[in-house]
């Protein structure tokens, strides 16, 4: 054989070896190929070819094996038992950028299915060698790494603790100030998921400068770059005053709330979170964002959404009325009472249902003008049917029944009570005539009272006060 067939032996087998990768990395694209491709052994036969003497088959097989563990944790998990991890770990430092990517998404594939897959990335050393990747020039390699870095920090407090202990944050602060959109939104969502778990793991966020840049971007054309800026924010401001007053200090609001009106559906959802994780902590915090037209800003926006995305916005004005009486009238001022109400009937999801019940309850639970506003809207009557439906989850009749009982407590606009009377049971009806009974005490409840001739709800009333006399010394004493 001359020289030139020996070498042609090495070319087809190299050929061949590119034209494997390459093809299984396209079959793995497609879930139906994954269990044929997994019984046929390909975990085995690509492990060796990460080691190949040629890049090309080295990134391909890599891009593979990530392919094929994104699809499910047991295929995450058979790269974990095959050691394939250290072997990328270490050939993350010596190779080249398209090899590092691959490697990245490989690491990240496996970290995301559970806790226990990402602890297998930190155990081999992947954490380490994804922030060294974090200072290489290429973005794309930046991206990868932040990426994976995120997947791991998002499970619990331990894993991200042990992306802070490896020196991640300072250098994702630094990936959100480069020019790259796409390594902007991953460093961005990356600093999210290490912030959310406890205040210590936000404070490392905000101590290395990351809110001031965060709070740059909020206006930024990009919805997904605002998706994960007002994520973080959120995420950061949820755990203490503290850290929610440096949010507001680094003048995010009232920049925010025109986030409201953009189209992005998540973009609207996560800067409602923001406020709600805002006011919920302090009457001053509230009060600022009232000052600064959130209030009416949410109200319109539950009125221009439906679903799930609507929860945040229901919840924060639950969370501003429940502080003082004064915030709860803004909420009323604002119209919230009416939105709210369409939330209640609109929604058919008992989580958003108990949301809106619970609500309500802090908006009537001040006084009885704020009772007044809550009964005047015929919502006791359909809290009511909610409690006694026995579809309702048992969330649901838990927050309507402290709603009805919290707004009953403070009525005194008798005719909203009356519908109570007839279908109320006997846990709930004891409170509407408690009610009844302090109105008549006070000479007052308008003219239901005054008329000389009693309504029909007053010979209810008259007729369930006289079954015996340790009712009306019994429901006498709960008034008193």
Known sequence: MTQRQVLQVFEHYQQSRLQFVQTVADLATRPQNIETL???????????????????VQQTAALALGRLANHSDDLAEAVVQGDILPQLVHSLASQNRFYKKAAAFVL??????????????????????????????????????AWALGYVARHNEQLSQCVVEAGAVPLLVLCLQEPEMA????????????????????????????????????????????????SALSQISKHSVGLAELVVEAEVFPAALACLRDPDDYVRKNVTTLMREVVKHTPELAQFIVNCGGMAAVVDYLGDSSGNVRLPGIMMLGYVAAHTENLAMAVIVAK????????????????????????????????????????????????????????????????????????????????????????????????????????????????????????????CVGRVLKMSNNDVTYYATRCE
């Open 336 to 459: 919230g009472v009416p939105q709210l109400a369409l939330c209640l009937s609109e929604e058919r999801e008992d989580h958003m249902r108990a949301a809106a019940a619970w609500a309500l309850g802090q908006i009537g639970r001040h006084t009885p003008e704020h009772a007044r506003a809550v009964a005047a809207a015929s919502l006791l009557p359909a809290l009511l049917q909610l409690y006694l439906d026995a579809n309702s989850s048992e969330d649901l009749q838990v927050k309507c029944k402290k709603a009805l009982k919290s707004v009953l407590q403070k009525c005194t606009h008798l005719p909203a009570l009356e519908p109570l009377l007839y279908e109320a049971p006997s846990n709930i009806l004891k409170h509407v005539l408690c009610q009844f009974s302090k109105v008549r005490q006070q000479g007052g409840g308008g003219a239901a009272t005054r008329s000389r001739r009693p309504s029909s709800a007053q010979v």
């Open 183 to 230: 390594l902007k939104r991953i460093s961005a969502s990356a600093l999210s998921d290490i912030a959310k778990h406890t205040t210590e793991l936000a404070h490392s966020v905000v101590d290395n400068g990351a809110i001031a840049h965060l709070a740059q971007m909020i206006l930024n054309p990009d919805a997904k770059l605002k998706r994960h800026v007002l």
């Open 38 to 56: 997994q019984n046929a052994g390909v975990m085995t036969l690509l492990r060796p070819l990460l080691l190949d003497s040629v890049p090309n």
């Open 108 to 145: 990240r594939a496996v970290a995301k299915h559970s806790p226990g897959l990402a602890l297998a990335v930190v155990a081999c050393g992947g954490v380490d060698a994804l922030v060294l990747s974090l200072e290489e020039f290429d973005p794309g390699v930046k991206e990868a790494a």
